[in-house]
């Protein structure tokens, strides 16, 4: 055995709770999971162990599906068999240094669970690495955050939450100081719980943050990704705070990105740089930005995945709205950073911070891949100045329903994803779209209760 496994073994055993945390995420990103006892782990270590299916046939409000072929009262909700990576291995600080796993659907029993979202990850990862690439991401969230508990906030349905602080105040020094308890522990806890932080900062809005992850393997910096937006809303209840990473909360203000960092990498060198490129941009870079944007319209809801995410993607609001790309422009759907060897990359703006991270790094690193392959040239020119303006290639699709229908129908989202994940996905996307259109909002009552 790896002696690095033995050695978290060991490690595990010798914790006086006798207790382990042990997760999986949805289909939405949402962590679920269990707390088991240290012998139970011990048991499961190599022959997995059973977790409900329901996990992946019902909604981020715990409503079944009634869609989908996967789950459902047709076949009795059984169990499918997790396993624990035990190279996921982490201690929560804030939860007296309990030991904490991540699972997926992926072993020598059951060959991948292909609607687990984890599964389809290492699946796309495993298909890069097969082509003689590695590939680095790095995601980053913004998100707002307020002085609110959850029975309070749910008695009030959510209306006119308290933010931790007031006014537009980007890059605040002052507003960061001001909750420096809540700002440093998610700083330490997350550098102690392995999901090591690059920056924060606040962002312009109310009670609004961002961070940027520190970048890694894509399976780990999803991973880290998923973590950090479960696990701050742990940190924050500390503090008496209530994250929202919805993309868009509040008509006044901007919406919350979760863009995706990215580069490609063999024999130790990134493969997106190029000495000789006047703009520092490799063939190899040009070809996975084209497979992006070839791609991307038929995949949309991999990165726009609920009704809000639609509301982020309007102009004006630092989401792009078009097929574009340029160098260091913040319109764009595609921002390319090309510098050094170090740190020549292509910035991925669609995604927003309500986003499935292992969905959508594996979304992108698959459409990136697909134009590696092919050899796709860069065909679509470079935006200059402002992309919500620049229609030339097209426009991306405006809510999820729309979306949804174009990936329903892609034969080449399931030459990516296969059929079962892409036929289960936006089954899944659908019912989102039909709980929505049977909800009577405020918008409504508030437009036509007494006047029409």
């Keep these: 055995m ?9 490690e595990v055993k010798a914790y006086p709770g006798k207790k382990v945390k042990v997760a999986i995420t949805d289909i939405d990103g949402v962590l679920r999971g269990k707390v088991i006892h240290v012998d139970k782990f011990l048991s499961v270590l190599e022959g997995g162990f059973g977790f409900c ?11 079944c599906y009634d869609n989908t072929k996967f789950a459902g009262w047709h076949n009795g909700y059984p169990d499918s068999e997790a396993f624990i ?8 600080p804030w939860d007296s240094d309990m030991p904490f796993f991540l699972a997926d659907f992926q072993g ?12 389809l990850l290492r699946k796309v990862k495993k298909e890069c690495e097969d082509l003689g690439f590695k590939s680095s991401f790095a995601q980053e969230f913004e998100w707002f955050n307020f002085r609110e508990n959850s029975e309070d906030i749910n008695d009030q349905s959510f209306h006119r939450p308290e933010p931790i602080t007031r006014g537009m105040f980007g890059y605040s020094m002052l507003r960061s100081s001001q909750n420096k308890e809540f700002f440093n522990d998610l700083f330490d806890y997350m550098t102690q719980f392995k999901v090591p932080i690059e920056g924060i900062h606040t962002e312009t809005g109310p009670g609004v943050y961002e961070a940027a992850i520190v970048y890694n393997d894509i399976l780990e910096s999803a991973d880290r990704a998923t973590l950090f937006k479960a696990c701050s809303k742990e ?14 909360w509040s008509d006044d203000y901007p919406g919350c990105g979760g863009h995706l960092h990215q580069s ?27 497979g992006i944007l070839h791609c991307l319209p038929q995949i949309l809801p991999m990165y726009a995945p609920t009704i809000n995410s639609f509301k982020r993607l309007v102009p004006g609001a630092w989401a792009p709205t078009t097929l574009t790309w340029a160098k260091d422009n913040r319109t764009v759907a595609l921002r390319a950073l090309p510098g050094s060897e170090k740190s020549t990359r292509m910035e991925l703006r669609v995604v927003g911070s309500d986003v499935n991270p292992y969905l959508a790094m594996a979304a992108s690193l698959a459409s990136g891949m697909y134009g590696v392959k092919n050899k796709l040239s860069l065909d679509v020119k470079e935006t200059i100045g402002n992309g919500y303006e620049d229609l030339s290639n097209g426009i991306l699709p405006e809510d999820l329903y729309k979306a949804t229908s174009i990936m329903k129908k892609s034969e080449l989202a399931f030459e990516l994803f296969g059929s079962d994940f892409v ?23 508030k437009r036509y209760f007494e006047i029409i």
């Design 2 to 10: 790896n002696p690095n496994i033995d050695k978290i073994i060991e």
């Design 264 to 290: 490609l990498w063999k024999d130790g060198k990134n493969v997106f740089f190029d000495e000789k490129a006047t703009d520092k941009m490799s063939e190899t870079m040009k070809s996975y930005m084209a």
């Design 108 to 119: 020598p029993k059951e060959k991948g669970l292909s609607v687990c979202p984890r599964t």
């Design 235 to 248: 940190i924050a209840h500390l503090h008496g705070i209530i994250p929202t990473f919805m993309a868009k």
């Design 85 to 92: 990576d035990l190279n996921t291995f982490r201690s929560v």
């Design 53 to 63: 299916s329901v996990v992946f046939g019902w909604d981020s409000g715990d409503i």
């Design 423 to 445: 036929e289960h996905f936006t089954a899944t996307r659908e019912w989102e779209w039909k709980q929505y259109a049977n909800s009577i909002t405020d918008w409504e009552l």
